[in-house]
């Protein structure tokens, strides 16, 4: 049991994650944050920003350009994985029951995103916790058409990992001892995230009651 939970630590903590997998656990997890229901968990933003600094600073031996291709191409792979799974699951997903990986609060929050930003909400989708992993199922969903889908699916893949993982890569070549206070760095951008989620989420519930 302890060897289960010391796993997900792992799997949850950007830094430990990319030292105990190197490139491959990195490409895994971010292909599971957008192509499977329980990719929420993981912690795509500060993965691919720590990716950048690890790899800037050479704790990550891995060609920038390289890095930059793999992670784009397995966040398109994972949205399309996404888009696949609602595809298939279509309207019973609506009607599925909460689980503990799953909630229907989830794919609503995400429906009401879409709703409002249309196809462009699978480029900004990318850079919101929660939602970059239900949009592209919703897409399936609502039988989104799969060349309009994946035009966003790679537009979005390249803003949001050319963004982050640049950033993290300068700011590693640039200040190597970044990597000492990677802990700090991560909280900030995780209370970033999670300031824009609930802003979000807000603003859509007063529209719903007004």
């Not at 430990?16 to 971010?30: C, D, R």
């Not at 690890?54 to 992670?71: A, H, P, R």
Request: glycine share 10%; with cysteine.
């Amino acid at each position: 049991m302890q060897n289960i939970l010391d796993f997900f630590e792992i799997l949850l903590h950007s830094e430990k994650l990319i030292h105990y997998g190197g490139l491959a656990l990195l490409l895994f997890v971010v292909f599971a944050e957008t192509g499977i229901f329980i990719g929420f968990i993981f912690p795509g933003d500060a993965l691919l920003f720590t990716a950048g600094i690890l790899c800037g600073t050479k704790d990550l031996s891995v060609n920038i350009f390289f890095l930059l291709i793999t992670v784009m191409l397995a966040a398109i792979i994972g949205n399309m994985t996404g888009y696949a799974t609602g595809k298939i699951l279509g309207k019973k997903l609506f009607s599925k029951k909460d689980t503990f990986f799953f909630k229907q609060k989830h794919l609503e929050r995400t429906r009401e995103f879409y709703q409002k930003y249309g196809g462009i909400s699978l480029i900004g989708g990318r850079f919101i916790w929660i939602v970059r992993t239900f949009v592209p199922i919703l897409a399936g969903a609502i039988d989104m058409n799969f060349w309009r889908f994946n035009y966003y699916n790679i537009v979005g893949a390249i803003l949001w990992v050319g963004t982050l993982v640049p950033l993290g890569y300068l700011l590693g070549k640039q200040i190597p001892e970044t990597a000492d206070h990677l802990e700090y760095i991560i909280a900030g951008i995780t209370i970033v995230a999670m300031s824009i989620l609930i802003r979000g989420t807000i603003k859509l519930g007063k529209k719903n009651n007004s």
